[in-house]
């Protein structure tokens, strides 16, 4: 539900940004609130979460540290080089890509939600069954 959300909020922001910004100060404020809750509220949340259930036990601790190191070097590369992308075409501090690099988040949050489907299923199953099941697919 949180890359839906945030799909939704950056294609709004994207399709927007000059309006809401010039003439919807409070829409663009609530926005941006909305957009940093179902961060935390999903991509943030399944970033620790997520990587100690669906890993094998044996390379749970392993593959869960690999995972929380992808995560901050995916983030490190997001923060500087949409920062530099911000600033294309723009004169004196301008943002004149900044709409477009909205629309462009919002597309990566749409991928964010297509890859959650490919994660499986853990609830209400203890660690030892998912286990076994990842172990006897690996088998077939």
Do not use: Y
């Amino acid at each position: 539900m949180g890359f839906m959300m945030l799909t939704i909020i950056f294609v709004i922001l994207s399709a927007g940004f000059e309006k809401i910004r010039d003439t919807a100060l409070a829409l663009f404020i609530a926005l941006f609130t909305l957009a940093q809750f179902f961060f935390n509220f999903g991509p943030n949340t399944t970033t620790f979460v997520l990587p100690s259930e669906v890993f094998p036990t044996r390379f749970r601790s392993t593959a869960h540290g690999i995972s929380a190191a992808s995560g901050k070097l995916g983030a490190i590369i997001a923060t500087f080089g949409f920062n530099q992308l911000v600033e294309i075409g723009g004169a004196d501090g301008e943002h004149a890509f900044l709409p477009q690099t909205l629309g462009i988040f919002a597309g990566i949050m749409f991928l964010g939600f297509l890859t959650t489907f490919w994660i499986p299923e853990t609830k209400g199953k203890s660690l030892e069954e998912i286990c076994d099941e990842i172990e006897n697919s690996d088998k077939k």
